[in-house]
């Protein structure tokens, strides 16, 4: 759930062009994002991640997601 979460929050945050530093004060420390990956996750990093990174002074984990159920599924049963 804290994936889902932290999704959420960091979409709001582009969305809303609220300063991703205060935004980010509201959240778990632990940020991941998740994508599609190849030039995709690349255009992703480039336009959201790294000004992230920049701005608030964070690490922000990318991993990538096939796309399947079961990882959301197993992420809802064990809370996470």
Same mark, same amino acid.
């Given at each position: 759930m804290r994936l889902i979460h932290a999704i959420m929050i960091f979409s709001a945050a582009v969305a809303s062009s609220v300063p991703l530093s205060a935004t980010a004060q509201t959240a778990s420390k632990e940020l991941v994002i998740v994508s599609w990956g190849g030039s995709y996750t690349r255009s992703q990093m480039l336009a959201?991640? *790294?000004?992230?990174? *920049?701005?608030?002074g964070e690490w922000v984990e990318m991993t990538t997601y096939s796309g399947g159920l079961d990882e959301i599924r197993n992420q809802v049963r064990s809370a996470n």
């Open positions: 959201f991640v *790294n000004p992230y990174r *920049n701005e608030a």
